[in-house]
C-alpha cells in the first residue's frame, strides 16, 4: 500500500515529514506545506497532491488530529496537531531513517564512514 | 466504525476537505501576491501548482472508506484467481464441505425441531404423561378408567388430567365407508392442552358423559377429504353405525398424540365402564397447575396410588404412577437416534476440515516464496494473513452455499423419510435457525480449516524463505500435516466403526427368521361394528363368508385370519388359568397373548405344527374348545412335559380349553423382540365378543397388491357398509418394522463411505506433497546407491506409520463412543471384535493401496537430473 511517489521524495517519507513538522507546533494544511519547502532550505516540496491524502492516512492511522481554527491572515482552515501515537511513530521513524541513511551513506560513500 | 459514519457522511467530508484546500489555495495566493505578483498570475499560479482537486478528494476519500473494504475486496478477488486456477482442488474442497455443511443443516433442523422446540400446545411445559407403573415391568402402563377417574377427583398438582385412547371408527355415511383413525378423548383433553379449534369448537366440558349428545371433532386433514367446507360443522358423520355431529375443525399444525390421528370422539363411559379397574386402556395426560412441580406431582400422584392399592387390593396392589415430560415422551426414544447422526454429520464435517486444513498447509507451503516476496514487498503479516484467510472465506462460503442448497432438499427428504420413524417429523421445515446454522458451521470451518495454514504462512520466516528452495521446507510442518492426517484417519475410523456395528445389525436383523413366510402376502384389516354384528355367532359368519369368497377368487393360493397382524406388534394379553399350575405367591400371574385364527391360518401362513395337529372344520361353537398354543407357552406353563391334552382357562371365564397343538414362536411383536407365551383360538370357538376384528392374509400368485380390487369386491358383496383398513403386504409390514435400522445403517454408510474416501484423498494427497519436497534428499539417496525399492518402502513406512496412529487412536475413541449406539444394534455387541478388526483392515489396506502411486514415482525418478537441476 506503498504511497505513489510524488516528486522528489521517497514513498513514506511525506508522512515522516509531516509529523516532524507537527513536532513542534501545530499547523493548518498550507503552513506544513511551507514549513516543509522552507525548513529543507528549498529542497523538498510537498505536494498539494499527495499531502492530503497523506494527511488522511496520519488521520486514520490516529497519529495527528485536526480541528478547524483560524489562519494568521484569518481564514477557517484545519489545523493539525501530533498525537501521543504520532509522536511514538515519529521517535521510530526517525531511528529507522538514522540506521537508513548511515547504511545509505556506509554503501554510497565508503571512504567517508 | 468512524470510518464507516465517515464514508456514508461522505458528502460533509467531501465539502469540509474542499473548503480546506479553498484556504490552502487562497493563502498560497496571497503569499504570491505579498511576493509581488498580479492577483491573476498568483491565481493561475497557485492553481497550477495545486493540480486536480476533485482527484485529490477522491484519494483522500479512498484513504477512509476503502481503506479495509479495498483490501478485503482485493483479497477477495485474489483468492478467486487463485482457487479457479487450482479447479480441481476448489471442487474437492467446496464439495467435501457442501457435503459436510449439507448434511449437518439438515440434521441440525431436525434435532432443532423436534427434540429442541417446545411442543406446539399451550404452555407446554407443564404437560405431562402419566402412566401406571408396576415394580415388575420397565414399560408404562395403561391406567384404567375407575383409577384414571379416582385420580381426576383427588389430584391437586395437577390443574387438570385427561384420558385418551386409540379407538379407530368405521366411517359409512360417504360414499367408500373406511376406516378412521379416531380417539376417544375425556372432553377436557384439548383445554388440558391449550388448544382451540380452527372452526367450530371443541367439545364441552360435559360433552363426555354418558347421555350427552354424540359428537366429534375432525383433523384439518379429514375435513379437507370431506370436501373442506365449514358447512360440514354440524352434520352427521355416521360412526360405528351412529350418528355422531361434526361440532370443530382443528388446525392443520395440530397433531394429538399421533399424527395419524383423523378425528377425536369424547369418551362417553357408561357407569358400569367408569367403575372398571380391571381394564387398563387410557393413556393419561395432565396439565400442571402453576405453582406445583414435578415433583409434587410425582409425590400426590403416587399417595393417590398407594390409598387406592388400600381401597382395592385386588385390582391396584402393586400399581404406582411414574410422570413424564410429555415431550420427552413424545420424542425421548428419538433422542439418542437424531443425536447420534448430528455427532456422524459433525465428524464428517471435521474430517473435511482436517483435509482441507492438510491441503491448504501443503498449498501454503508451495506458495511460501510467493508468501515471502509479498512480505519484503512491504505486506505486513497481518496483511498476509487477511489474504489466506479470505481464500479459506471463500472456499467456505461456496461450501456453505452448496451445502445450504442442498440442505433445502434435504429437509423435504428428511420430513418424508421420518414420517411414521421420527416423532413429530411432519413439524421438519426449513426455517431461520437452520439457515443461521448453516452460517454459523461455514464461518466455524473456516476457523477450523483455514486459521491453521493462515496462522503457519503468516509466521514463516521471511529469510529462511528466501534463501531457500523448493525442498527446503522445515520438518515441522510435515508433523503438523501427519498429524492432521492421523485425526482425519481417525475420525473416518469412528464413523467406519459405528457404520459397521449398524449393518452388521441391520444384516442380523434382516435374516432374522420370522417363523412365517412373508412373500406374496395380502394384508387388510376388518373391524366389524357392534350395532351390525352383537354376536360372536354373527361375527365368526362374517369372517367365514370372507374367507371362503376370498379363497374362491382365481389367483389365490390360500386365505387365512388372524385377530392381529404378524410382526406389527399387537398382542391382546388376557391372565389365563392353567390347569395344575399355581403361581407362587410372589410370582406374576400367568398372561398370554389371545389370537383368534381361522381355520387353515397356519398352513397359509407355513407356521409348522410341531405336535398334535391343527384346527379343522370340527372345532366349532358347541364342540370341545380347543387351543394352540406356541412354544415359550410351552416353556414357561409345562416344562419338560408334553402339553397336548392339557388345558387351560381365561381367568375370568368358566369353560376349559384342551390344548390341541403346539406351534413354534413367531416375530409377532417385529423382529427385535422374543415372542412371549401365546393362545391361538379358533374364531368359530370365541366367546371374547370385543374381539370383533381381523386381518385378512391371502396368499396370491402374484402381485399381492393387485388383488385389492377383487379382494375388496368380495367383502362388499358381503356388507357394502364394512370398510377395510391397513391394506397393504405383509413384506411392506416386515420392511417398515426395519425402517430405523434401515435409515441408521444407510445414512452411517454414506457418511463413513465418504469419511473413508476424504481421509484416502489425504493420506494419497500428503505422500504426493512429500515426494515433491524431499525430491532432493529422494535422490541424493537414490545416486548413493539406494534401490528404488528401498526408498519407496520407506516412504510407505512413514505414511502407513501415521495412518496406523489414526486409527489406533480412532478405535480407541470408538470403543468409548458405541455405547451411545448399542441401543440401535441387534445380535452384535457394542465392542465386536470383528467389526473394530474390519474397520482397522479396511482403512489400511484402502491407505497402502492409495499410497502405492505415489510411492512408484520413486521408480521413474532420474536422479541425475534431479541433481543437475540443481
Known amino acids: 500500500m506503498g504511497e505513489k511517489s510524488r516528486g522528489e521524495l521517497l514513498p513514506g517519507t511525506l508522512e515522516m515529514l509531516i509529523l516532524a513538522t507537527l513536532r513542534l507546533e501545530a499547523l493548518h494544511g498550507y503552513a506544513i506545506a511551507q514549513r516543509i519547502h522552507v525548513n529543507s532550505g528549498n529542497l523538498l516540496r510537498a505536494e498539494e497532491g499527495s499531502l492530503y491524502p497523506a494527511l488522511q492516512r496520519l488521520l486514520i492511522e490516529g497519529w495527528v488530529s485536526a480541528e478547524w481554527g483560524v489562519s494568521s491572515r484569518n481564514r477557517r482552515v484545519r489545523i493539525y496537531k501530533l498525537t501521543a501515537a504520532g509522536r511514538k511513530q515519529l521517535e521510530r521513524e526517525m531511528k529507522s531513517m538514522d540506521r537508513l541513511i548511515e547504511g545509505l551513506t556506509r554503501i554510497m560513500r565508503p571512504a567517508e564512514s | 466504525m468512524k470510518r464507516i459514519l465517515r464514508y456514508f457522511g461522505s458528502r460533509r467530508f467531501e465539502r469540509e476537505l474542499k473548503a480546506e484546500m479553498q484556504s490552502h489555495l487562497e493563502e498560497r495566493i496571497d503569499d504570491l501576491v505579498e511576493r509581488g505578483l498580479t492577483p491573476q498570475a498568483a491565481r493561475a499560479e497557485a492553481l497550477r501548482h495545486f493540480g486536480n482537486r476533485t482527484h485529490i478528494v477522491e484519494e483522500c476519500h479512498e484513504k477512509w472508506a476503502f481503506g479495509w473494504l479495498d483490501e478485503l475486496g482485493r483479497n477477495l478477488r485474489f483468492a478467486f484467481r487463485t482457487l479457479a486456477r487450482n479447479p480441481v482442488f476448489a471442487a474437492v474442497a467446496i464439495l467435501s464441505l457442501a457435503l459436510g455443511i449439507g448434511a449437518n443443516s439438515v440434521i441440525f433442523g431436525a434435532v432443532d425441531q423436534v427434540l429442541l422446540r417446545s411442543l406446539p400446545y399451550g404452555q407446554p411445559g407443564n404437560l405431562f404423561a402419566v402412566w401406571g407403573h408396576r415394580a415388575d415391568s420397565q414399560e408404562p402402563m395403561q391406567v384404567s378408567a375407575a383409577d384414571f377417574y379416582d385420580w381426576r377427583a383427588q389430584s391437586h398438582a395437577f390443574e387438570s388430567l385427561s384420558a385418551y385412547s386409540n379407538w379407530p371408527m368405521n366411517l359409512t355415511n360417504v360414499e367408500d365407508?373406511?376406516?378412521?383413525?379416531?380417539?376417544?378423548?375425556?372432553?377436557?383433553?384439548?383445554?388440558?392442552?391449550?388448544?382451540?379449534?380452527?372452526?367450530?369448537?371443541?367439545?364441552?366440558?360435559?360433552?363426555?358423559q354418558e347421555q350427552s349428545a354424540p359428537v366429534v371433532v375432525l383433523s384439518h386433514r379429514l375435513w379437507q377429504e370431506l370436501g373442506g367446507s365449514p358447512d360440514l360443522i354440524g352434520r352427521p358423520l355416521t360412526l360405528n353405525g351412529s350418528p355422531a355431529t361434526v361440532v370443530g375443525v382443528m388446525p392443520a399444525s395440530f397433531v394429538f398424540p399421533v399424527p395419524e390421528t383423523e378425528a377425536w370422539v369424547p369418551l362417553s363411559l357408561s357407569a358400569k365402564n367408569r367403575s372398571n379397574r380391571e381394564g387398563r386402556w387410557l393413556s393419561v395426560i395432565g396439565r400442571l397447575n402453576s405453582g406445583a412441580s414435578a415433583r409434587d406431582a410425582a409425590t400426590e400422584m403416587n399417595l393417590i396410588a398407594d390409598r387406592l392399592a388400600a381401597a382395592y387390593p385386588a385390582s391396584n396392589t402393586g400399581w404406582s404412577t411414574a410422570i413424564v415430560p410429555l415431550h420427552e415422551q413424545l420424542v425421548g426414544k428419538t433422542r439418542p437416534f437424531l443425536l447420534m447422526l448430528q455427532v456422524a454429520a459433525a465428524l464428517l464435517l471435521l474430517i473435511a476440515c482436517a483435509n482441507l486444513a492438510n491441503l491448504l498447509l501443503a498449498r501454503s507451503t508451495a506458495r511460501a516464496r510467493e508468501i515471502a516476496v509479498r512480505s519484503a514487498l512491504g505486506a505486513s503479516r497481518a496483511q498476509i494473513f487477511r489474504q489466506l484467510l479470505a481464500e479459506s472465506l471463500v472456499?467456505?462460503?461456496?461450501?456453505?452455499?452448496?451445502?445450504?442448497?442442498?440442505?433445502?432438499?434435504?429437509?423435504?427428504?428428511?420430513?418424508?423419510?421420518?414420517?411414521?420413524?421420527?416423532?413429530?417429523?411432519?413439524?421438519?421445515?426449513?426455517?431461520?435457525?437452520?439457515?443461521?446454522?448453516?452460517?454459523?458451521a461455514t464461518f466455524a470451518t473456516v476457523l477450523i480449516f483455514g486459521l491453521l495454514p493462515a496462522i503457519h504462512a503468516s509466521r514463516s520466516d521471511l529469510t529462511a524463505q528466501m534463501g531457500s528452495t523448493s525442498r527446503g521446507t522445515p520438518r515441522h510442518l510435515e508433523r503438523k500435516r501427519g498429524l492432521l492426517i492421523a485425526i482425519e484417519v481417525g475420525l473416518a475410523s469412528i464413523l467406519l466403526v459405528a457404520s459397521g456395528l449398524l449393518g452388521e445389525s441391520f444384516l442380523r436383523l434382516q435374516s432374522t427368521p420370522t417363523g412365517l413366510r412373508v412373500d406374496h402376502l395380502l394384508t387388510m384389516r376388518l373391524t366389524l361394528p357392534k350395532s351390525h354384528y352383537p354376536t360372536n355367532a354373527s361375527q365368526n359368519n362374517f369372517f367365514d363368508q370372507v374367507l371362503a369368497r376370498v379363497r374362491d377368487l382365481p389367483g389365490v393360493l390360500a386365505a387365512g385370519e388372524i385377530s392381529d397382524t404378524p410382526l406389527k406388534g399387537n398382542n391382546p394379553t388376557l391372565e389365563f388359568a392353567?390347569?395344575?399350575?399355581?403361581?407362587?405367591?410372589?410370582?406374576?400371574?400367568?398372561?398370554?397373548?389371545?389370537?383368534?385364527?381361522?381355520?387353515?391360518?397356519?398352513?397359509?401362513?407355513?407356521?409348522?405344527?410341531?405336535?398334535?395337529?391343527?384346527?379343522?372344520?370340527?372345532?366349532?361353537?358347541g364342540t370341545v374348545p380347543v387351543a394352540i398354543i406356541n412354544q415359550a407357552m410351552a416353556l414357561r406353563y409345562f416344562p419338560g412335559a408334553n402339553p397336548i391334552g392339557k388345558r387351560l382357562r381365561v381367568k375370568d371365564e368358566e369353560h376349559w380349553i384342551t390344548i390341541a397343538g403346539l406351534v413354534p414362536d413367531v416375530k409377532h411383536m417385529g423382529l427385535t423382540e422374543q415372542e412371549g407365551p401365546v393362545v391361538y383360538i379358533p374364531y368359530q370357538q370365541k366367546t371374547q365378543n370385543w374381539l370383533a376384528w381381523t386381518t385378512l392374509m391371502v396368499r396370491t400368485a402374484g402381485e399381492p397388491l393387485s388383488f385389492v380390487p377383487s379382494v375388496r369386491g368380495a367383502i362388499r358383496d358381503i356388507d357394502k357398509s364394512q370398510p377395510v383398513s391397513e391394506v397393504g403386504t405383509l413384506d411392506e409390514v416386515l420392511s417398515k418394522s426395519m425402517a430405523i435400522p434401515r435409515f441408521a445403517a444407510s445414512i452411517f454408510t454414506i457418511l463413513a463411505g465418504l469419511a473413508l474416501l476424504i481421509s484416502i484423498i489425504g493420506v494419497y494427497g500428503l505422500l504426493v506433497y512429500?515426494?515433491?519436497?524431499?525430491?532432493?534428499?529422494?535422490?541424493?539417496?537414490?545416486?548413493?546407491?539406494?534401490s528404488p525399492m528401498q526408498v519407496s518402502l520407506l516412504?510407505?513406512?512413514?505414511?502407513?506409520?501415521?495412518?496406523?496412529?489414526?486409527?489406533?487412536?480412532?478405535?480407541?475413541?470408538?470403543?468409548?463412543m458405541t455405547r451411545y449406539v448399542q441401543s440401535m444394534l441387534f445380535g452384535v455387541g457394542p465392542h465386536d471384535p470383528f467389526i473394530f478388526a474390519a474397520v482397522a483392515l479396511v482403512l489400511l489396506l484402502s491407505s497402502f493401496v492409495a499410497l502405492l502411486a505415489p510411492a512408484w514415482r520413486v521408480f521413474r525418478m532420474d536422479p541425475s537430473a534431479a541433481l543437475r537441476a540443481e
Open chain 2, 578 to 621: 392353567v390347569e395344575g399350575f399355581t403361581p407362587r405367591p410372589n410370582d406374576p400371574p400367568v398372561q398370554a397373548g389371545l389370537r383368534a385364527i381361522s381355520t387353515g391360518y397356519l398352513q397359509m401362513a407355513r407356521i409348522p405344527i410341531l405336535k398334535g395337529r391343527d384346527f379343522g372344520s370340527e372345532d366349532r361353537s
Open chain 2, 770 to 786: 512429500t515426494v515433491a519436497r524431499r525430491f532432493m534428499e529422494l535422490s541424493i539417496r537414490l545416486a548413493l546407491g539406494a
Open chain 2, 795 to 816: 516412504l510407505l513406512r512413514q505414511s502407513m506409520f501415521r495412518v496406523l496412529i489414526g486409527v489406533a487412536g480412532g478405535l480407541f475413541i470408538a470403543w468409548f
Open chain 2, 395 to 440: 472456499l467456505a462460503t461456496f461450501g456453505g452455499i452448496l451445502g445450504f442448497a442442498l440442505a433445502v432438499p434435504g429437509i423435504e427428504v428428511a420430513r418424508k423419510f421420518g414420517s411414521g420413524l421420527i416423532p413429530r417429523s411432519s413439524e421438519i421445515h426449513m426455517n431461520l435457525p437452520i439457515a443461521c446454522f448453516a452460517i454459523g
Open chain 2, 177 to 208: 365407508p373406511r376406516r378412521l383413525e379416531t380417539q376417544l378423548v375425556s372432553a377436557n383433553l384439548f383445554s388440558t392442552l391449550g388448544v382451540n379449534a380452527q372452526i367450530g369448537r371443541v367439545f364441552r366440558p360435559d360433552e363426555d
